[in-house]
């Protein structure tokens, strides 16, 4: 609501090309609330404000824009002010602006860049997509150990305008070998030890991650080892970049948002759903969905096949939709369930002992509770008291199948080396319905006795 009673205010500055008022609104707030302010206009506008601010704050103000909203500038403003605007912006986000445009619009801002920006582009594009490579930044404080603290804090100064973050300095010899990382807090708790050298107050035991190490296991670390930052090195540990905390909360969030896709049976959106193309999003949905059809087709199979205990014991009938749910039901918490528990590192594949003893367990504490509640149904609806044996009795294989499939599949999967979220929760209902069936007429043929 305050943003749209600013935007007259705001037009009339770009109208009158009032020049300091517009550049007391590009600094005068955070750049992300001066980003929210600016929403109401159109890009055009937009841009022109962000020609009032200083290239850094106009990179700052612009990273707090949409990703669709950033493109469009990117695809429609003059190439020398793209090029201006891209100089500013950390070297990872760079990149991953660059990749989002035509081709030929890169042909025409690239060689406008510097040369050593155009070098550090095309070497983190070489790394391929999900990696660390792919997400690290470039820009990274790197001193040798022979510095004291205060000689340390004077290059510091040198170095903060290409930097990203100092949260961390790291230790490099001629080679950029990483030796060590010391914290800004160390060295500032430092400057009154004058003779103290980075080599001395260096923590040589440094977390780093891999160039080809997956993005989710970079963000595992991170979380693990409480790091606002972790180092990344090549394969002779010379240190070529850093990857910070908020690239690794996106990392986090792309890779919730791609298991929580899968989980509903949904081949994980490139784009976000407001966004992508519908032939693209029928597709992306409608490949699992077939596949789920055809399966759902294999328990109208099965029900044809026992058409004959089904005809002569048709009370059967009412019961199927309560155990073909309760498998289903059952199997899709334990998919979840372990799925999330493999994503976060909190279960590997040498836990699949714990995993099925306890889901055995769980297994038949909830079977045997619905299993009491589906025989007090029975019995009223069953031609006798014995009869109805067969609800319980069926319920509890039933819901034991769903918890081991739901359990065991997602680990099976990633033993395979695939995503255990590919074992989505459709995907083992399935599987469970069919299994319920069997399950169900097996049981009554037993106690009712049957063809």
């Not at 409608?286 to 089904?310: K, N, R, V």
């Not at 609800?391 to 039933?398: A, E, F, M, Q, Y």
């Not at 081991?404 to 979220?421: E, H, N, S, V």
Request: aromatic letters at 8%; a negative charge; proline letters at 5%.
């Amino acid at each position: 609501m305050v943003n749209t009673l600013f935007l007259p205010e705001l037009r009339e500055m770009l109208a009158d090309e009032n020049r300091a008022e517009l550049e007391e609104f590009c600094v005068a707030l955070n750049p992300a609330r001066t980003a929210e302010f600016m929403e109401g206009l159109d890009d055009g506008e937009a841009w022109q404000v962000l020609q009032y601010a200083t290239p850094e704050r106009r990179a700052e103000i612009f990273g707090y824009f949409s990703e669709g909203r950033q493109l469009l500038m990117l695809l429609g403003e003059a190439p020398s002010q793209i090029a201006e605007l891209l100089e500013e912006i950390p070297a990872d986000d760079r990149v991953d602006m660059i990749q989002r445009l035509p081709e030929d619009r890169v042909e025409k801002i690239l060689p406008l860049l510097p040369v050593e920006d155009r070098r550090d582009i095309q070497r983190l594009q070489s790394y391929p997509e999900g990696t660390a490579g792919a997400l690290m930044t470039t820009e990274v404080a790197m001193l040798t150990p022979e510095l004291t603290a205060r000689q340390a804090l004077e290059e510091l100064g040198r170095q903060a305008s290409e930097l990203e973050t100092i949260y961390y300095l790291y230790v490099v010899d001629e080679n950029r070998l990483l030796l060590g990382i010391v914290s800004a807090r160390q060295l500032v708790s430092s400057l009154g030890n004058a003779a103290k050298t980075l080599g001395e107050m260096m923590e040589s035991d440094v977390v780093v991650a891999t160039t080809t190490e997956n993005q989710e296991e970079v963000a595992q670390k991170v979380e693990k080892y409480n790091l606002l930052a972790i180092p990344v090195v090549d394969s002779g540990r010379h240190l070529v970049g850093i990857i910070t905390h908020d690239d690794v909360i996106d990392v986090v969030r792309e890779e919730l948002a791609e298991d929580a896709q899968r989980i509903a049976a949904v081949e994980p959106l490139e784009e976000a759903y407001l966004r992508i193309g519908l032939m693209t999003l029928s597709w992306k949905r409608g490949l699992w969905l077939t596949i789920l059809f055809f399966a759902a087709l294999l328990t109208a199979f099965a029900l044809f096949h026992y058409d004959q205990e089904l005809a002569q014991y048709d009370w059967l009938v009412w019961f199927i939709p309560l155990i073909i749910s309760a498998g289903g039901n059952s199997g899709s918490q334990s998919a979840t369930l372990v799925i999330t528990a493999m994503t976060s590192g909190e279960v590997q594949f040498k836990d699949w002992p714990r995993v099925m003893h306890r889901e055995i367990i769980v297994s038949l504490m909830l079977g045997g509770f619905l299993a009491l509640i589906g025989y007090a149904v029975a019995y009223f609806l069953a031609p006798s008291p014995f009869d109805a044996l067969v609800i319980p009795l069926t319920l509890v294989l039933v819901i034991f199948c769903g918890c081991f499939c739901g359990g065991a599949l997602p680990i099976i999967f990633k033993r395979l080396g695939l995503d255990p979220a590919m074992m989505s929760n459709p995907f083992v209902a399935g599987i469970v319905d069919i299994l319920g069936i069997v399950i169900y007429i097996n049981i009554a043929r037993l106690i009712l006795g049957g063809p």
